[in-house]
Structure formats: structure tokens, C-alpha cells
């Protein structure tokens, strides 16, 4: 309650009245799936003006619902929201490297003709392909008509994803994409190397010939459009992505960053070298890229990376692709450690977490080394027997204190 004043009678009634509006505002916001059928409908004609058939339209939208927790993940990033080391060691580890090089050895022919037209190195290829869908294995489950569609009629971005709708229908009716082949993530991404539908549009190629555009069944077409994509964004085959430095002690970050892009004399002249301690050469501009901080890896990228970037706007993103890439061609791990005490899990490392956990007691689903939310609750219940910050993260000592405590 609320005294004369406007003041909360006390903390605990304060609670409660926050709980009780945030409930309230809650029911107020929660979609109505009644909105959703008059919503179709009236998207038909926006469709239509977009290229769609009026026809095609119709039968493709027969029998759509919405799906309403596709509106959940609107505001979740793992590129934005987990931290580096974690991010990176789930991406780039000895198992993807390994599938990646197998991979290059398989697609040896296509991946040559791929760069011969493109100019755009196997091993950057091949790296989106492992990150975007782990080599074809994991293309994301939600039919793309359902997840769009619902975008289109509920919570923010809706001009947005109308667009990734209309165009998903344009795939499907032009016959490049069946529809039942038409999974993907939730926000509308799919194939080899998850497109969105309006990228396809603009960028897909038919590169085994068969006269259709289909980043599902056909791998040359996935890896020639990836190619297409980095070409157009502004990949240079003469030129790296970057590579990592070594910052002088005492170094100041003030000038760091993707986009503040300084000649490499710039930055030799304030004491960066490479990692080896050899000093830089060669012309170029570079921008000082510091994911975890002036203590953690430090790169100087070029325009190859904001090519990369352009292809999912994270950073952490670019970064990902651009060191597995170097792993697929015999690099190493990066040179510099993490500044944390608490390093980031191998997807081998996170089934062999989950494998104790399920010995624990604990109903997890499936040991497939993804933390998702059953996983996440377990590992708050074993912190807290263990007397370790609860947090749901699984690093180094979580693993370690299962280990050892079995």
C-alpha cells in the first residue's frame, strides 16, 4: 500500500505492489493468438505488392499459427550476453577444427572453384559454415513461415521481420526451397550457412547448375553464396583479416576499436609489434580490436574482418570466424590467455559436464553439449552444493569440482 505521501508503507509491501503491476502489465502485454489470423490476412496485399502471388500467398499461409515463444529469444544475443572466453571456446575447439579440415579435404574441388570466381579463401568458407550450422549438422528446427509470420504480427521489429516473411514466401514460391525444407532459427535464418530470406534473395547462387538457388540440399550452392556474400561485403583475397599484437605495458586504450582504423606505422610508432614480438610490416590500415580489455588478446584488424562482420554484427562473431579460419590452416590457439581464472568449456568439455550432471541426478534431456535451460538449472543446484557462486555458467572450476567430487 501506498500512504497520503505516495510513499510505500514498507519493503516488503513494495515488493509485493511491484510484483502485483508487473503481473498486471504483463497480462496487459501477453499476445492475443486471436490477432493472429485477422493479422495474416491482412498482410496479404503488402505481400502481394512485394512479388508474392496472390495464389501462392493463400495456400502458404493455409493453416499458419503463431508461435508465440519465438517472441522470448527477440532480446537474447549469446554474441552480446556471453562472456568472450565462453563464446569463443564453444565455437573454436579441436573438434570443429578437425571437422573443418575434413571438410575442406571433401569440398577440395568445389571450394577451388568457389575462390577462383569469388576470390574468397577456402578456410573463411568453411569457417562460417562450422559456426553457422556445425558442417550442415544443426540447421535450426522451427519452420521459418511460423517464426516470421508471428514476428510480423507481435512484439517490436514487426516492419522488420513482414519483410524476412514476405521474401521466405517469395523462396518458396519461386521453387528454390521447398517449404517442409524451410527450418531454420527462430529469427528466420536457414541452410548450410543460414541466410536470412532477404540476404538469399540478394546474394544466393546456383553453383551446381541444377537452375535453383538452395542453400538446404546443396552444399556447392551454400559455400559459393557464403563466398558471394563476402565478396560483396568487401573481401580482399590480397589481404588478412589481422592477426594478433602484443600491447606495450602501460599502453593507453583510449584509441581502440573495429572502426577507428590507423595506419600500421600509427601503430608501431606506439609500441604495438606482432604477437611474436617481431616488429609490424607492410602498408594498410588497421583498427585495435580488445574483446575482453587492454589485459586480454589484442588484434589489429582490416577491412576483411568488417567483411566478416557484416555477416552477423558482433564482433565477437567476426572474431570467431576469422581464428577458426586461421586454426583450419594450421594456426594455434591464440597467443595471449583470457583474463580470467575461470576459462570457457570445449563443446567436449560441456557434454563431459552434462554426462556428470546426469549422474548426479539431474533430468537434463540430451548430453549434446548444449547448456541450455535444464542444463543451466542443474549446474545452479550443483553450485550451490558446492559452495560456488550460483550463476547457472559452466567454466574450468565447475568442471573441475564435479570432477573431483563424484
Given at each position: 500500500m501506498?500512504?497520503?505521501?505516495?510513499?510505500?508503507?514498507?519493503?516488503?509491501?513494495?515488493?509485493?505492489?511491484?510484483?502485483?503491476?508487473?503481473?498486471?502489465?504483463?497480462?496487459?502485454?501477453?499476445?492475443?493468438?486471436?490477432?493472429?489470423?485477422?493479422?495474416?490476412?491482412?498482410?496479404?496485399?503488402?505481400?502481394?505488392?512485394?512479388?508474392?502471388?496472390?495464389?501462392?500467398?493463400?495456400?502458404?499461409?493455409?493453416?499458419?499459427?503463431p508461435?508465440?515463444?519465438?517472441?522470448?529469444f527477440?532480446?537474447?544475443?549469446?554474441?552480446?550476453?556471453?562472456?568472450?572466453?565462453?563464446?569463443?571456446?564453444?565455437l573454436?575447439?579441436?573438434e570443429?577444427v578437425?571437422?573443418?579440415?575434413?571438410?575442406?579435404?571433401t569440398?577440395?574441388?568445389t571450394?577451388?572453384?568457389?575462390?577462383?570466381?569469388?576470390?574468397?579463401?577456402?578456410?573463411?568458407?568453411?569457417?562460417?559454415?562450422?559456426?553457422?550450422?556445425?558442417?550442415?549438422?544443426?540447421?535450426?528446427?522451427?519452420?521459418?513461415l511460423?517464426?516470421?509470420?508471428?514476428?510480423?504480427?507481435?512484439?517490436?521489429?514487426?516492419?522488420?521481420?513482414?519483410?524476412?516473411?514476405?521474401?521466405?514466401?517469395?523462396?518458396?514460391?519461386?521453387?528454390?526451397?521447398?517449404?517442409?525444407?524451410?527450418?531454420?532459427?527462430?529469427?528466420g535464418?536457414?541452410?548450410?550457412?543460414?541466410?536470412?530470406?532477404?540476404?538469399f534473395?540478394?546474394?544466393?547462387?546456383?553453383?551446381?547448375?541444377d537452375?535453383?538457388?538452395?542453400?538446404?540440399?546443396?552444399?556447392?550452392?551454400?559455400?559459393?553464396?557464403?563466398?558471394?556474400f563476402?565478396?560483396?561485403a568487401g573481401?580482399?583475397?590480397?589481404?588478412?583479416?589481422?592477426?594478433?599484437?602484443?600491447?606495450?605495458?602501460?599502453?593507453?586504450?583510449?584509441?581502440?576499436?573495429?572502426?577507428?582504423?590507423?595506419?600500421?606505422?600509427?601503430?608501431s610508432a606506439?609500441?604495438?609489434?606482432?604477437?611474436?614480438?617481431?616488429?609490424?610490416?607492410?602498408?594498410?590500415?588497421?583498427?585495435?580490436?580488445?574483446?575482453?580489455?587492454?589485459?586480454?588478446?589484442?588484434?589489429?584488424?582490416?577491412?576483411?574482418?568488417?567483411?566478416?562482420?557484416?555477416?552477423?554484427?558482433?564482433?565477437?562473431?567476426?572474431?570467431?570466424?576469422?581464428?577458426?579460419?586461421?586454426?583450419?590452416?594450421?594456426?594455434?590457439?591464440?597467443?595471449?590467455?583470457w583474463?580470467?581464472?575461470?576459462?570457457?568449456?570445449?563443446?567436449?568439455?560441456?557434454?563431459?559436464?552434462?554426462?556428470?550432471?546426469?549422474a548426479?541426478?539431474?533430468?537434463?534431456?540430451?548430453?549434446?553439449?548444449?547448456?541450455?535451460?535444464?542444463?543451466?538449472?542443474?549446474i545452479?543446484?550443483?553450485?550451490?552444493?558446492?559452495?560456488?557462486a550460483?550463476?547457472?555458467?559452466?567454466?574450468q572450476?565447475?568442471?573441475?569440482?564435479?570432477?573431483?567430487?563424484?
Amino acid at each position: 500500500m501506498i500512504d497520503v505521501r505516495g510513499r510505500l508503507k514498507s519493503p516488503l509491501q513494495g515488493v509485493a505492489l511491484a510484483l502485483l503491476l508487473a503481473s498486471a502489465a504483463h497480462a496487459a502485454d501477453a499476445p492475443d493468438p486471436a490477432r493472429f489470423a485477422p493479422c495474416v490476412a491482412e498482410l496479404k496485399a503488402a505481400a502481394v505488392a512485394r512479388g508474392v502471388s496472390p495464389a501462392g500467398y493463400e495456400q502458404l499461409t493455409a493453416g499458419l499459427a503463431p508461435d508465440l515463444k519465438v517472441l522470448d529469444f527477440l532480446d537474447y544475443q549469446p554474441e552480446f550476453r556471453t562472456p568472450i572466453w565462453d563464446y569463443l571456446s564453444g565455437l573454436v575447439d579441436d573438434e570443429r577444427v578437425a571437422d573443418g579440415q575434413a571438410m575442406l579435404k571433401t569440398w577440395r574441388d568445389t571450394l577451388a572453384a568457389v575462390a577462383a570466381r569469388y576470390r574468397v579463401d577456402p578456410a573463411t568458407v568453411v569457417a562460417v559454415w562450422g559456426v553457422e550450422s556445425n558442417f550442415g549438422r544443426n540447421f535450426g528446427s522451427r519452420p521459418l513461415l511460423t517464426s516470421l509470420s508471428t514476428l510480423s504480427c507481435y512484439g517490436r521489429r514487426q516492419a522488420y521481420f513482414r519483410g524476412e516473411f514476405f521474401d521466405a514466401l517469395k523462396i518458396v514460391d519461386a521453387g528454390d526451397v521447398k517449404r517442409e525444407q524451410l527450418t531454420g532459427s527462430w529469427a528466420g535464418a536457414f541452410g548450410h550457412t543460414q541466410f536470412m530470406p532477404s540476404t538469399f534473395l540478394r546474394l544466393a547462387v546456383d553453383f551446381d547448375g541444377d537452375g535453383r538457388r538452395d542453400l538446404v540440399g546443396s552444399v556447392p550452392d551454400a559455400l559459393a553464396s557464403t563466398a558471394n556474400f563476402l565478396k560483396k561485403a568487401g573481401w580482399r583475397d590480397d589481404e588478412v583479416w589481422g592477426f594478433e599484437v602484443r600491447l606495450p605495458a602501460g599502453f593507453d586504450a583510449s584509441g581502440a576499436g573495429r572502426r577507428n582504423k590507423q595506419p600500421l606505422a600509427t601503430w608501431s610508432a606506439r609500441g604495438l609489434t606482432r604477437i611474436d614480438g617481431s616488429p609490424l610490416a607492410g602498408e594498410g590500415n588497421a583498427g585495435l580490436l580488445l574483446p575482453a580489455g587492454a589485459k586480454g588478446p589484442a588484434f589489429l584488424v582490416f577491412r576483411n574482418f568488417d567483411a566478416i562482420y557484416g555477416y552477423n554484427a558482433a564482433e565477437s562473431y567476426a572474431l570467431a570466424i576469422a581464428h577458426l579460419a586461421d586454426r583450419l590452416r594450421g594456426g594455434g590457439p591464440f597467443a595471449t590467455p583470457w583474463p580470467t581464472d575461470d576459462a570457457g568449456l570445449s563443446r567436449a568439455e560441456r557434454r563431459e559436464v552434462q554426462t556428470l550432471l546426469v549422474a548426479r541426478g539431474h533430468a537434463i534431456g540430451s548430453v549434446d553439449g548444449m547448456l541450455g535451460d535444464a542444463s543451466r538449472a542443474a549446474i545452479r543446484v550443483e553450485q550451490q552444493r558446492l559452495g560456488h557462486a550460483v550463476d547457472g555458467r559452466a567454466g574450468q572450476k565447475l568442471l573441475r569440482a564435479l570432477k573431483e567430487n563424484r
